[in-house]
């Protein structure tokens, strides 16, 4: 069964950090790309970053460049996202998923075909 699992939320304040992790597990991701996307209520879900599985290329959302930095363990099948100088905008359901991109649009999240249950995070003011 594949999966992949997130972790990491939390409630933290403004200008405070966080590192997600989302561990996957069920097949091998050689060629796919984890991507971190986060959906705010009442909002569109929305691309933050991206990876290969081989880690040699990233994708970063221009809003968030600067603010956030996607890594891998591919020993621990886990992909992570640290992000820093959080703002309350930021509070969002985040989730992981994976593509195998085969040339879409790895910023599109219609593109992802497996997702995680999301982690909540909250910035407070």
């Known amino acids: 069964q594949v999966q992949l699992v997130e972790s990491g939320g939390g409630l933290v304040q403004a200008g405070g950090s966080l590192r997600l992790s989302c561990a996957a597990s069920?097949?091998?991701?050689?060629?796919?790309?984890l991507g971190w996307f986060r959906q705010a209520p009442g909002k569109e879900r929305e691309f933050i970053a991206a990876?290969?599985?081989?880690?040699?290329?990233?994708y970063y959302a221009t809003s968030m460049k600067g603010r956030v930095t996607i890594s891998r363990d591919n020993v621990k099948n886990t992909v992570y996202m640290q992000m820093n100088s959080l703002k309350p905008e930021d509070t969002a359901v985040y989730y992981c998923?994976?593509?195998?991109?085969?040339?879409?649009?790895?910023?599109?999240?219609?593109?992802?075909?497996?997702w995680g249950q999301g982690t909540q995070v909250t910035v407070s003011s």
């Open positions: 998923a994976a593509t195998d991109a085969r040339g879409r649009d790895i910023s599109n999240y219609n593109n992802y075909d497996i």
């Open positions: 069920g097949r091998t991701f050689t060629n796919y790309y």
């Open positions: 990876i290969r599985w081989s880690g040699d290329i990233t």
